[in-house]
């Protein structure tokens, strides 16, 4: 298969994840309703959590570095995901527990959720170490027709509760990542001379990892007792709604990550930052009657927490770019500082903003990603315009 057709399968299906995940979102809104899409917002952001737990971060320098890694050292990395992982992963299942009646399926599938995730990210980087970017590819596809299938056959069968939703997150996940492994399996290792594990840059890279992984998903693991889950069914909308713009960023930032021109990644930001905009204002004159239209007329009250995420969106998408900027620019702990004072601002931010229900989650989620970037910015231009000069 030629290279530009492999990118080609890879793209297309680095699209499909996020659209399928807005083609599903309505589906599981209208057979849930608020109060178990609540209740699945709070699962699925503990297994989000879970899965980058299980996968330390590891699997972005797998990608990297597999094929150089001896023995030992993929055994010492992989040891320590299986020990810390289900230890960390089991005090989630706890939190999940304590925090709420949760069901035994419930719990069992958080677990079993996160390590899957993690074994499907490890799967990843280990192909995109061969350059199996097409099995990649397929893998993406995969997933994301998977779950919108199951989805679709579960709502129309009368069977999609919360528990069969998780499902629908997981089997897709799985079989892809078991694609993966064969396929990896398969190909023969390189002649590359084996080195050992850089610890000093694995350990920034599991903290920015985790930190990006926190920012978009640990306000729904925790708002639960805050808000209420009625409430956090609302918030889940509007962090759908966010999700839109992650997905209009994700080719500005891929502009950015692959453009050999740096002069060219000022002019991306600049760029990304406009469409957003655009976005937002599109947005704000059909909120008021799109959420209902689209998601239910039990979900009217969620438009005050989409509204507030106009502002958020815009800010989470730029972020994404950010970040993914500073890492084209060589500035990672930069990239680690921000994104975790990023989460602190939002999770310091729930506990005055709760009696607001989903729309006070939803300005603390607001502020956090305008942390992410307006912290970010001067340093992704600077560091552009560096690299322009050098």
Not at 188 to 214: D, F, Q
Not at 216 to 238: K, S
Not at 353 to 379: C, D, H, I, N
Request: proline share 3%.
């Amino acid at each position: 298969m030629s290279t530009r057709r492999a990118h080609l399968i890879n793209a297309s299906g680095s699209l499909l994840i996020p659209a399928s995940a807005l083609l599903v979102a309505p589906i599981l809104a209208r057979a849930l309703g608020p109060f178990e899409r609540g209740i699945f917002s709070n699962d699925q952001a503990l297994i989000m959590i879970a899965s980058s737990i299980f996968a330390l971060g590891v699997s972005d320098s797998s990608a990297v570095h597999w094929a150089t890694w001896g023995r030992g050292s993929r055994r010492t990395i992989f040891s320590l995901n299986l020990v810390g992982g289900t230890l960390l992963g089991s005090l989630l299942a706890a939190f999940a527990f304590t925090t709420r009646d949760a069901s035994a399926w419930e719990i069992a599938l958080i677990v079993l959720g996160g390590c899957t995730l993690a074994l499907a990210k490890h799967a990843r980087g280990i192909s995109l170490s061969h350059k199996m970017i097409a099995a990649v590819g397929i893998e993406k596809w995969i997933t994301a027709i998977g779950r919108l299938v199951l989805t679709v056959a579960l709502a129309f069968a009368g069977a999609l509760t919360v528990e069969t939703a998780l499902a629908t997150i997981i089997l897709p996940q799985f079989a892809g990542a078991i694609m993966l492994i064969i396929a990896s399996a398969r190909r023969r290792e390189t002649a590359e001379a084996a080195r050992p594990v850089n610890r000093r840059a694995l350990a920034w890279m599991i903290g920015g990892a985790t930190a990006s992984v926190l920012l978009v998903n640990v306000d729904q693991a925790i708002l639960l007792p805050f808000i209420g889950a009625t409430e956090l069914g609302y918030y889940a909308i509007a962090v759908t709604i966010a999700e839109v713009y992650t997905a209009a960023a994700k080719p500005f930032r891929d502009s950015a990550l692959a453009s050999a021109d740096v002069t060219r990644i000022r002019k991306t930001i600049v760029s990304c930052i406009l469409a957003l905009s655009g976005m937002s204002a599109l947005a704000a004159a059909v909120m008021w009657f799109g959420v209902p239209l689209i998601f239910g007329d039990e979900y009217a009250p969620a438009v005050g927490a989409c509204y507030v995420m106009v502002v958020g969106g815009v800010a989470k998408g730029t972020g994404f770019l950010l970040n993914g900027t500073l890492g084209r620019t060589h500035q990672v702990r930069t990239r680690f500082v921000i994104t975790w004072a990023a989460v602190i601002v939002n999770l310091g931010l729930i506990p005055f903003l709760a009696p607001w229900g989903a729309v006070g989650a939803a300005t603390a989620a607001t502020f956090g990603y305008l942390t992410l970037m307006l912290g970010g910015l001067p340093f992704a231009l600077r560091g552009a315009k560096r690299a322009s000069d050098a």
